[in-house]
């Protein structure tokens, strides 16, 4: 892979984070989870910055624009529970939301860590050294924000998806 391709692998990835973060934040607001939409919503910021310094790097120091190219597609919204009104889920809906939305946020940062991990591996083997250090940083923030979504995501599990726990977590939450 040219180290055009690689970081054309990345900006597309970045694109496609926006777009499950931009979901996420769409989802947890839906069923009134405002501390994770917020969460979600501080990730898309975060993802978007991460982008323009991508770019910024590979433009200043390869010369090049990385320009999208076949982005992924993002459709975490197409759910049969999604059509109807917010008012109309039960308990047991919110609580499935929850859980899908956590598993797609959970799975979307394991394949991104592995990503920017592939994409450090190729850049050492191609001699790009400073551009490898470069790409460490993306790796970190993945890794960080996947042990806080998989420590989420176990201390729901062990309440059993409690939604009067989790609510009452996020209005505490929502109060700081």
Avoid: C
């Avoid at 059993?160 to 109060?175: F, V």
Wanted: no cysteine.
């Amino acid at each position: 892979m040219t180290i055009h391709e690689i970081f054309t692998k990345l900006n597309n990835r970045m694109i496609g984070a926006m777009m499950v973060h931009t979901q996420l934040t769409q989802l947890f607001t839906f069923i009134d989870l405002l501390p994770d939409a917020r969460r979600q919503e501080q990730q898309l910021q975060e993802e978007s910055h991460g982008m323009i310094e991508l770019n910024k790097y590979y433009s200043q120091h390869y010369h090049l624009l990385s320009v999208a190219n076949n982005p992924p597609q993002i459709d975490i919204l197409n759910l049969g529970l999604l059509k109807n009104s917010s008012k109309e889920l039960t308990p047991g809906d919110k609580a499935y939301l929850i859980q899908y939305g956590m598993k797609e946020w959970i799975s979307w940062e394991q394949q991104s860590k592995e990503i920017y991990e592939e994409a450090y591996r190729m850049l050492v083997e191609s001699s790009e050294i400073a551009a490898a250090e470069f790409i460490t940083r993306y790796i970190r923030d993945v890794d960080q924000e996947l042990k806080d979504a998989e420590l989420l995501y176990k201390v729901r599990e062990a309440i059993d998806w409690d939604l009067p726990t989790i609510y009452d977590k996020q209005a505490r939450l929502g109060k700081k």
